[in-house]
């Protein structure tokens, strides 16, 4: 913290800082330093306490509260009030309500000082806040009776918000989905992330197919749902020189100083006027600009440094799964690691234990390699601030830390050139040295004369240049390791992670299966569906959607054909709201009595959305090869894609090209259209995802075996009654464990089988013509341009023809068959909504509840703590 020191205390005896004096949460009570006991701090007690608002939740009350915040935070007035500004007047009224929970969360966590969590997470993707914030206060109904008495849509207004797009994808969303659990379930955890001024980049998708890239400048109209901190700030340093002096420890100084300053985002709990933190950095430059240069005439030189600073939380990278060095990228990364455990620190500083107690009061979890610089800075902070030894400051940093891996793709792993760590963090670089000699040699002893295993293992990659792995810094360092599915987490212990098993044991690498929330991923984007729910259960709403196992209780109504037809109205509902969005932003219009077939997600060459095209290319041409009258016999399908590729990611764009392409020729052709239609939905976000999943279904996850870590949207369709088709990977595996097999359509080879194959591709290739003559017809067909110039695509096609690093020709025909077994799955209409019952009814492991207990228990050791 930035401080200044009153020259007249000099030489005086420190004073110490009275508890809770000003706690950065903006706590209004205090405690007696003698007695311990509650004290009011200033002023008169009942003026204050005469000030304070409670909460009024009935009609007339919250119309008020609108109306007043039109007037006044708005200074707006009705005549011209627009959806956006009723918007903003909604956010603010509820946002009173957040707030005045939220006092009373940080309140209580003040008085009682039970052990935190910390989820540090360079991504956060929490998508919209206002209708989530309704329903986990319980105010829906409330505000939208008050909205229609101002004459306003609460849906629409709804609408009017922007996205919170700081996240690319499942990691980014898994985090935000923790935070509602964790809220839920009254637990103590905040998260830390940066404040990006632009998040996730909005895709255009032009006439020729190319993905465009625009900013997402969402911050651009004021954000009502992010408080301001600036009394919490930071300083954070950069580059500089590290000098070793006694005792093992260093001075780091000199270099780039920069400011973080917090923005709290409330974390409302469903249910619970628990309401937790997400704190948010946003760096910004320690001096404004250079008033020398500014003197002398040079403009650019004045203000260089000042935009360097702020330059660090200006943009989201939207790469996944790329390691990549550039320097701004870890600049953010440690910027937010520095930040974030100077805050966490002076919170529990507060508590006037000993430093060594640190782990009895802090757990932080690493939400992947992102984070991994907090271990050399705790251990910079331990030695070098506070004086502990090399021995005691590792004991703590190896009890603090929790590691969660989310990808095993060897091209995934992190890891950043000796070189530029040195420059920018000369004392982090020495630290990760020293960490890495003592390890070694404790490698050695036990594994005497093995110099294969200390090469893997260390957290230097030999090489030109050198690197430091951040996996490896992050199991070294981490109390416990966790991956995010059974059969991932099995595959970090047997590869990525397997000598560090045989080091540790396998007791310190477990598995946390992935959730989500039901309160977003159900009640939320499905309200019909959750309306049947709750009738059907005959439970109060907040029943089941607090133990999401309770689904369960609606197989006794599977056979039950009232609810069959409800079930599917549903459905059938949700697929007209899909359809008018479709329509409103695409101008095309779907047929709403057709099965929707949808693969949504980021564009990876794993992910295999070319499979998916490749099938719907087969589909037509099979269809254009039969008669009239066979025709009448086929399902008709609307197939839908949505999903944003890395800016830099050739191949990737060149899947988008192909598909917004096929459907142009697709959809025109007045032989098959009845049968067959294509979309390519541009600029896909958690609000997309929301309108999308209900209307589905059936939902693709065909990863290659043993690529995806877990996938989250398959419990998302799931849950919503749509059926999966799938590999065997990830989550997918243990969602067939809960539905039932017969519920789920996999295909394809097994994780086992896919070293064999790459071999094969590699030293013994089979010609497509041989392995699959439907695929390569499809391939052909491609090539001799029916979609289009076909020279186009040749670079996707060989990724295909030539290597087939991810198996679609091993995989393409048993595709094919589990998509008509889909067609003869739902000619039978009845069994297929029984299937889609079936499937939601049992999905009640994939509550993120489910996972911030287990978390909870097994890692953090944190309890619960109700507001009073
Ligand atoms: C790393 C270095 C430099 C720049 C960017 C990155 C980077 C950014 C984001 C690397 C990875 C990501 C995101 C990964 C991700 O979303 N993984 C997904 O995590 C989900 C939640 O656990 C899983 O369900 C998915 O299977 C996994 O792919």
Known sequence: MTSTVDPKSIGQPVKKPRRHQRSATGYLGDIDDKTGKEKWPRGEEEVWKAGLRGIDADVPSISKSIVNHVQTSLARQAYNLDDFGAYQAAAYSVRDNLIINWNETQMNYTRKSPKRAYYLSLEFLMGRALDNAMLNLGLKDQYTASVDKLGFNLEDLIHQERDAGLGNGGLGRLAACYLDSGASQELPLWGYGLRYKYGIFQQLISPEGAQLEAPDPWLEHSNPWELPRVDVVYDVRFYGHAERIEG???????????????????????????TNNLRLWESKPKRGFDLNSFNAGDYERAVESSNSAAAITSVLYPNDHTSFGKELRLKQQY?????????????????????????????????DTHPTLAIPELMRILIDEEDLSWDKAWQIVTNVFFFTNHTVLPEALEKWPVSLMENLLPRHMQIIYDINLGFLQAVAKKFPHDLDRLARMSLIEEGFPKNVRMANLAVIGSRKVNGVAELHSELVRTTICKDFVEFFGVSKFGNVTNGITPRRWLDQCN?????????????PKAAWLKDLTKLQGLLKFVDDTAFQKKWTAVKHSNKERLALYIESTLGYKINTSAMFDVQVKRLHEYKRQTLNILGVIHRYLWLKGLTPAERKKVNPKVVLFAGKAAPGYYVAKLTIRLIVNAARVINADPETKEYLEVLFLPDYSVSLAELLIPASDISQHISTAGTEASGTSNMKFCLNGGLLVGTVDGANIEIAEEVGEENVFFFGHLTPDVEGLRYQHAYSPIPVEQKSPGLANVLNQISAGRFGDGSVYEPLLNTVRQGDYYLITDDFDSYIQALAMVDEAYQNRTEWIKKSINTSARMG?????????????EYWNIEPQKVA
């Not at 910027?335 to 107690?357: G, V």
């Not at 309200?527 to 439970?539: H, V």
């Not at 492991?845 to 228990?857: E, G, L, N, V």
């Open 248 to 274: 093992g420890k260093a001075v780091w100084s000199g270099g780039q100083e920069v400011l973080a300053i917090a923005y709290d985002v409330m974390v409302p709990g469903y249910d619970t006027k628990t």
């Open 527 to 539: 309200p019909l569906l959750s309306q049947l729910i709750t009738d059907t259960l005959k439970l």
């Open 845 to 857: 492991k994939f509550s993120s509840d489910r996972c911030i207990i287990d978390y909870a228990q």
């Open 335 to 367: 910027f937010w690691t520095a930040a974030s455990l100077q805050d966490i620190l002076r919170r529990f500083k507060n508590l006037e234990k000993p430093i060594t107690e640190l782990p009895d009061y802090v757990a932080i979890q690493l939400n």
